[in-house]
């Protein structure tokens, strides 16, 4: 009893420890001291890195009249680049801050000259000298704005610990509010001493705040100018999607042979051989072949509903023909569970765009079939502004994931293919919901 008692007394205590409000916490928080000592940081770097910087960019616009010129310059800007190199892990590591590597430089032919020729044309060298251009006012501002709140609040928080030094040692009663040659204020009776101490509380627990807000714009300026571009960045964002769109083709393809191979080609395979066998016996014995015949006949049908599937699955007449609506409400009809569908589109997007639409129902309305265990489902799809969403739910078992490498994953990485987005949401026990929105290209 006493274990257990003293278990919930632990618990009982970690949750009011947590449930202390932010502002409260916030002094003794990790996070303030490390974005505090970023700042600390950022003077001597910024100082070291400003000076060096415009030492050596004067130089080299002062030898521009002259060849040597160009490599000091150069080498200006590859050292403000290995400089935002320093900046960008020192922000990862004390302020959390993940920002990519900027693009690497491009050169067309190796050497000297074409190196040079390369950092002076690059977009990112320039970004970074102006971040070492930028960064020492701001640093240099917020160091003096960080300490002083810093010293101060702790200062007076804690002055009626060490106020007795001025009695003591200063022949003052204590810190001296005003003076002149007639008048002075000491705050040396307990009522002033506890509002000093009041007073640096306050400020002991605004200046985390404040330093955060700080850094935030040192974050800003680490990720807008050591960071890649907009345009690099959407350069990696197509070429992954590019990618992705190449590797789902690819899979589409196999999955189409393999259907065509193992199914419709070894049905017609199987087909010819008992027609084969059927024209032997024609004149031998005209029943069996009459009844082989009959068999063959409806091994066709069953092939010809096969290719019918295996057509469907890749882009269904009636999608092309009437649109979501129709196409979806066929889909539904072939699920195991009835299933409510709602289209309301007030036109047809692009047909790039109403095949995947179609492909992603249709992939949820098989995975509710086979794992669910749903006793109904629905399917909505409208237009929001320039967006196409779409939703599928079922009263099933949840549990799905998209993070496990699933069909989800398979369906996720489609959408981001052409700028779209699956979100599900699937606690254990049910229900499911699939939101997925599409770019509405009309």
């Not at 009041?198 to 974050?219: H, K, N, Q, S």
Request: with cysteine.
């Amino acid at each position: 009893m006493a274990t257990e008692y003293g278990r919930q007394g632990y618990v009982s205590h970690s949750e009011r420890r947590h449930r202390l409000p932010a502002a409260l916490r916030a002094p003794f928080e990790a996070r303030s001291w490390r974005e505090f000592g970023y700042v600390l940081l950022s003077l001597p770097i910024a100082v070291v890195l400003f000076s060096w910087t415009v030492t050596m960019v004067a130089l080299g616009a002062g030898l521009l009249v002259t060849f040597l010129g160009i490599p000091v310059l150069a080498a200006a800007l590859a050292s403000c680049r290995g400089f935002g190199a320093l900046e960008r892990t020192r922000a990862r590591a004390l302020l959390r801050l993940e920002v990519a590597d900027p693009e690497p430089l491009r050169m067309r032919r190796p050497g000297g000259f074409a190196w040079m020729g390369a950092v002076l044309k690059s977009g990112t060298s320039w970004r970074h000298l102006l971040y070492a251009l930028l960064q020492f006012p701001w640093a240099l501002f917020s160091f003096v704005v960080s300490v002083n709140f810093w010293a101060y609040g702790w200062a007076l928080l804690t002055y009626p610990l060490w106020f007795w030094v001025f009695p003591m040692y200063a022949g003052q009663g204590g810190l001296q509010l005003y003076g002149d040659e007639h008048h002075s204020v000491y705050l040396d009776n307990p009522f002033e001493i506890t509002v000093t101490a009041l007073v640096g509380l306050l400020f002991t627990l605004a200046t985390p705040w404040i330093v955060r807000g700080l850094t935030t714009v040192d974050g800003m300026l680490v990720r807008g100018l050591l960071g890649p571009s907009r345009l690099s960045a959407r350069v990696v964002e197509l070429e992954s999607d590019r990618g992705i769109v190449v590797d789902t083709a690819a899979a589409d393809l196999r999955r189409i042979e393999r259907d065509l191979h193992d199914g419709a080609q070894a049905r017609l395979v199987s087909l010819a051989m008992d027609l084969g066998l059927a024209k032997e016996k024609l004149r031998e014995d005209p029943q069996a072949a009459a009844r082989m015949v009959d068999e063959a006949h409806g091994e066709v049908k069953t092939a010809l509903q096969e290719l019918r599937d295996l057509a469907r699955g890749i882009h269904p007449a009636v999608l092309t023909d009437r649109g979501l609506d129709a196409a979806l409400s066929s889909v539904a009809s072939r699920c195991t569970v009835p299933v409510r569908v709602e289209v309301d589109l007030p036109a047809r997007p692009a047909a790039a765009i109403e095949g995947i639409a179609y492909f992603t129902v249709s992939e949820l309305l098989q995975n509710i079939s086979k794992h669910s265990r749903a006793r109904s489902a629905s399917v909505d799809v409208w237009q929001a502004e320039d967006r196409l969403m779409l939703q599928v739910m079922d009263d099933g078992v949840g549990g799905a994931d998209a993070s496990r490498g699933s069909g989800l994953a398979g369906l996720a990485g489609r959408l981001g293919a052409v700028d779209g987005v699956l979100v599900v949401d699937s606690p254990t026990g049910g229900p499911t919901r699939v939101i997925a929105e599409l770019p509405w290209r009309s």
